[in-house]
């Protein structure tokens, strides 16, 4: 009860003229800047940092989260129509969204990741509300061992059900877990995979290996192709989904949460596991196993729902205990630190104006995105209609332009080329994209925590189950990687599929329609 009077109080300060006014500057900022490759929120936040040093912090606050759940969807609108994700949280809805806008349903598609992104920060800030508290102890607890296991179950689950066989899928993991060791080592400091050059000591950004992989490889490959094929006009369709749609998209938004929201609100947690996940979720649980790699829009509503959810779990323990998951709510620490401010235990007892203002504005920013973007959808699809290589070469440009943003080196539009003929490559001889990503991004965060785990334990390799949670996990970690045995050992299920034609499993591995297919 005391939660809800508070969070009255807070729209008390987030309706008023002036921070509903900052609020729709946010998301209208973060909208347009996730649109451009390789811009996501965190960039975006920081850029806006210096302006906001003469506003008040509660509109400063409400500003950035709108700019957060904004950029957010921004990168999914060019991740679904162009198969170029705006930051790492939308590279899954380029899995079937860009399936899906291919064969003229784009704008159903766009429609199905605003309204996920609506359901799932309304569930994500109620269960913020409600369980933050809650949440944040049990986030205390949970150790090197138990990050390790989540971090495996993401790399299992993803290679299990992409691609047309796992070893294409581990393949494809093998190489993002190899970009993801350039750099200094971070425990030891040792230069790895360098080749002696100072600019990759820092290792390789995730953005620049996500959009060259998918914007550059995707580029070339339409590029080798057309003259072989012309390109046909794209349709836009229907601007608004139907009642078909719906009844298989709310079981798929109401999930959602459920994936995202506590792993936000893990320490070391943020949006690429969960949305792998909850992908990895509906594709098992869909009654139109056929459709997927072709454009299940089960396949954008519940990542997309699952990632929104997930930002709202990131304020958890960055409000409560002071600690950062993603790398926009570091950006967002430092802002508070900028005003003199330390999150932590304490801070819902010191600026409870402050804090419950910006919970409350994160209803208002959902409400401001879903009324902003879903009549746009028909608008962002008509993208489609341009000629596709004025639309590639566009493409390339604002991925050049989103990697030289990252760090400023030419450098980076060499590894952009480089990680871009790669992508050709994996696209070339039908590896999937998606987990080499989730390798860059998961394994130098895998091994620091694996390192950990084994000091722990004085080397001892009963270190990485000695938790009940870590061998749940592996628990499920031996089921996936079991399960193709034990269909096959099932009578009934040989018997009825012994003779069958063509299974979704041929079918996923047969020809793709169309050459983009090949890649996702």
């Known amino acids: 009860m005391n939660a809800l009077n508070s969070l009255l109080d807070g729209f008390g300060t987030a309706l008023t003229p002036l921070n509903l006014l900052w609020a729709s500057v946010g998301v209208l900022l973060g909208t347009a800047i996730g649109v451009l490759p390789g811009i996501g929120p965190a960039m975006a936040v920081a850029l806006l940092l210096p302006v906001t040093y003469g506003l008040e912090p509660t509109g400063a606050f409400i500003m950035f989260a709108g700019i957060y759940y904004g950029a957010m969807f921004g990168g999914s609108t060019t991740s679904i129509l162009l198969n170029t994700p705006g930051e790492s949280a939308a590279v899954v809805a380029a899995m079937e969204g860009n399936p899906m806008a291919k064969s003229g349903r784009g704008a159903q598609a766009l429609a199905a990741a605003a309204v996920g992104h609506f359901a799932g920060g309304m569930v994500g800030t109620l269960l913020l509300v409600a369980l933050a508290p809650t949440v944040a102890d049990l986030a205390v607890d949970i150790g090197a061992p138990d990050y390790f296991a989540i971090m495996v179950l993401a790399f299992i689950a993803v290679t299990s059900v992409l691609g047309s066989s796992r070893i294409r899928g581990l393949a494809s993991l093998l190489i993002g877990l190899t970009i993801g060791l350039i750099g200094l080592d971070q425990m030891t400091?040792?230069?790895?995979?360098?080749?002696?050059?100072?600019?990759?000591?820092?290792?390789?950004?995730?953005?620049?290996v996500a959009v060259g992989l998918f914007a550059i490889g995707e580029a070339l490959w339409v590029a080798a192709h057309l003259r072989r094929r012309p390109p046909d006009p794209i349709p836009v369709g229907r601007p608004w989904l139907g009642r078909a749609d719906l009844r298989r998209t709310w079981k798929s938004w109401a999930r959602g949460p459920l994936i995202g929201f506590p792993f936000g609100a893990i320490p070391a947690g943020g949006a690429e596991i969960p949305t792998f996940l909850s992908y990895v979720t509906e594709k098992r649980l869909s009654k139109h196993k056929d459709e997927w790699g072709k454009g299940a829009i089960e396949g954008v509503a519940g990542p997309e729902s699952a990632a929104s959810a997930s930002a709202a779990g990131t304020l958890v323990s960055m409000l409560t205990l002071g600690l950062p998951t993603t790398a926009v709510a570091a950006v967002m620490l430092?802002?508070?630190?900028?005003?003199?401010?330390?999150?932590?235990?304490?801070?819902?007892?010191?600026?409870?104006?402050?804090?419950?203002?910006?919970?409350?504005?994160?209803?208002?920013?959902?409400?401001?995105?879903?009324?902003?973007?879903?009549?746009?959808?028909?608008?962002?699809?008509?993208?489609?209609?341009?000629?596709?290589?004025?639309?590639?070469?566009?493409?390339?440009?604002?991925?050049?332009?989103?990697?030289?943003?990252?760090?400023?080196?030419?450098?980076?539009?060499?590894l952009l080329l480089a990680i871009g003929l790669i992508g050709f490559g994996m696209r070339r001889y039908g590896l999937p994209v998606l987990p080499a990503v989730i390798g860059v991004i998961l394994g130098p965060a895998a091994e620091q925590q694996l390192r950990r785990a084994l000091q722990i334990s004085d080397g001892s390799v009963t270190g990485l189950v000695n938790t009940p949670f870590s061998v749940t996990v592996y628990a499920v970690v031996v089921l996936l990687l079991a399960w193709p045995l034990l269909r096959k050992a099932l009578p009934r299920r040989t018997a009825t599929t012994a003779g069958a034609p063509e299974t979704p499993e041929a079918s996923e591995s047969s020809e793709p329609r169309t050459p983009t297919d090949r890649g996702v």
Do not use: C
């Open 334 to 414: 430092a802002a508070f630190q900028q005003y003199g401010i330390q999150p932590g235990p304490l801070l819902f007892e010191r600026e409870p104006d402050l804090v419950w203002g910006l919970i409350a504005s994160l209803f208002v920013g959902m409400v401001l995105l879903l009324a902003l973007n879903l009549p746009l959808a028909p608008l962002w699809a008509k993208l489609l209609r341009i000629p596709r290589p004025y639309l590639y070469a566009g493409i390339m440009f604002f991925a050049a332009v989103g990697a030289y943003a990252v760090g400023g080196e030419v450098i980076d539009l060499v």
């Open 189 to 208: 400091g040792q230069q790895r995979l360098t080749f002696g050059s100072l600019h990759l000591a820092d290792g390789v950004d995730v953005v620049i």
